[in-house]
T-cell receptor, first 111, second 112 residues
């Protein structure tokens, strides 16, 4: 399975700023990559999926990029709000509808 | 729709005891998964199922067994619990040809 590294365990930012999270993987490039949000004491919730032939995907204030040359995905939260505070997980396709998850990055947005 | 539900929410076991965690989904999804989540390690796949009556091993299957007798239910069993199985367990499901997974609220298990 893939080795997945998400940058720093925690990210603290000021409200209104852009948060940028990194997901790096080491082996083969997956067919797709997903990002999930997890709040304390809750299960992960799906946010975005980006396929290997897509460079960028957007959903409201969220943007995901996928660079198969760098073996990296970037996840951006623009105009961040305190309600965006959560842990964000990246997940890579392992085939047969299985995913490998990173350990997550906890984002705290200060008002 | 209730989505994915898990029973129980919390459980404390003594070493050597057995228990079964129940996962139910009402979305008619084909695929179901059991994960464990430990601090700093992310979600690790224990077992999964691609349809009723089928199961397969994931990344960390030792010490666990599963059954998928009905499409909507996926059971995770611990035959002889060990302290190393203290964790938060999540069940998830996904539709055929779909990629996103829908997660339950989790079960927090402590083995003393």
């Amino acid at each position: 399975s893939q080795k997945i590294e998400q940058n720093s365990e925690a990210l603290n930012i000021q409200e209104g700023k852009t948060a940028t999270l990194t997901c790096n993987y080491t082996n083969y490039s997956p067919a797709y990559l997903q990002w999930y949000r997890q709040d304390p004491g809750r299960g992960p919730v799906f946010l975005l999926l980006i396929r290997e032939n897509e460079k960028e995907k957007r959903k409201e204030r969220l943007k995901v990029t996928f660079d198969t040359t760098l073996k990296q995905s970037l996840f951006h939260i623009t105009a961040s709000q305190p309600a965006d505070s959560a842990t964000y997980l990246c997940a890579l396709d392992e085939g047969d509808y299985k995913l490998s998850f990173g350990a997550g990055t906890t984002v705290t947005v200060r008002a | 729709n209730a989505g994915v539900t898990q029973t129980p929410k919390f459980r404390v076991l003594k070493t050597g005891q057995s228990m079964t965690l129940l996962c139910a989904q009402d979305m008619n999804h084909e695929y179901m998964y059991w994960y464990r989540q430990d601090p700093g390690m992310g979600l690790r796949l224990i077992h999964y199922s691609v349809g009723e009556g089928t199961t397969a091993k994931g990344e960390v299957p030792d010490g666990y067994n599963v059954s998928r007798l009905k499409k909507q239910n996926f059971l995770l069993g611990l035959e002889s619990a060990a302290p190393s199985q203290t964790s938060v367990y999540f069940c998830a499901s996904s539709p055929p040809l779909g990629n996103e997974q829908f997660f339950g609220p989790g079960t927090r298990l402590t083995v003393l």
